[in-house]
T-cell receptor, first 109, second 112 residues
Framework: GEDVEQSLFLSVREGDSSVINCTYT??????LYWYKQEPGAGLQLLTY?????DMKQDQRLTVLLNKKDKHLSLRIADTQTGDSAIYFC?????????FGAGTRLTVKP | DADVTQTPRNRITKTGKRIMLECSQT?????MYWYRQDPGLGLRLIYY???????NKGEISDGYSVSRQAQAKFSLSLESAIPNQTALYFC???????????FGPGTRLTVL
């Protein structure tokens, strides 16, 4: 299969950490991505990780990659109301991009 | 100013009508893409173009056609719109070896 799967919804309280999970099936992925989509807008790249890396940290964002299990996660520390959006996991395989269905993150005050 | 623009932003049309969605970019990228987004399905690739003379079908090209008028412009046409083409359509661009696709703001199309 060529699926990228992620849960559709996640709700957290402001100040907590959010963890959004993604699984993919193609072991030949070269890069894996997290995109953020705010209401009424297109997708914006948040971060990406090369497939030979295990972890990447960028300020409040931590990406973990378990290549053996084909599992990617995005952790947002100290989640804020402005983080409410849809987060898309994507993999790049031979130049093609494959997107998951998106996880809608809701941050409650 | 936005680097990738799409027109129109919203469109409501009737079954059987011909519709054209337009995308323009100022990023100077050779590669351009059209995706549709449906709830619970993520983004699916309709067509992509690696340069003006190179156009390729994506995952769900049936019922759609495209035209790459120039490096900066990539149009998506629905020759005879049907209700299940109601969706959010995104244009994107990238560099040949780039790691990022840059997305336009999307066009919301409703076919009645």
């Amino acid at each position: 299969g060529e699926d990228v799967e992620q849960s559709l919804f996640l709700s957290v309280r402001e100040g907590d950490s959010s963890v959004i999970n993604c699984t993919y099936t193609d072991s030949s992925s070269t890069y894996l991505y997290w995109y953020k989509q705010e209401p009424g807008a297109g997708l914006q790249l948040l971060t990406y990780i090369f497939s030979n890396m295990d972890m990447k940290q960028d300020q409040r964002l931590t990406v973990l990659l378990n290549k053996k299990d084909k599992h990617l996660s995005l952790r947002i520390a100290d989640t804020q109301t402005g983080d409410s959006a849809i987060y898309f996991c994507a993999e790049r395989v031979m130049g093609d991009m494959r997107f998951g269905a998106g996880t809608r993150l809701t941050v409650k005050p | 100013d936005a680097d990738v623009t799409q027109t129109p932003r919203n469109r409501i049309t009737k079954t059987g009508k011909r519709i054209m969605l337009e995308c323009s970019q100022t990023k100077g990228h050779d590669r351009m893409y059209w995706y549709r987004q449906d709830p619970g399905l993520g983004l699916r690739l309709i067509y992509y173009s690696f340069d003006v003379k190179d156009i390729n079908k994506g995952e769900i090209s049936d019922g759609y056609s495209v035209s790459r008028q120039a490096q900066a412009k990539f149009s998506l046409s629905l020759e005879s719109a049907i209700p299940n083409q109601t969706a959010l359509y995104f244009c994107a661009t990238s560099e040949p070896q780039g790691n990022e696709q840059f997305f336009g703001p999307g066009t919301r199309l409703t076919v009645l």
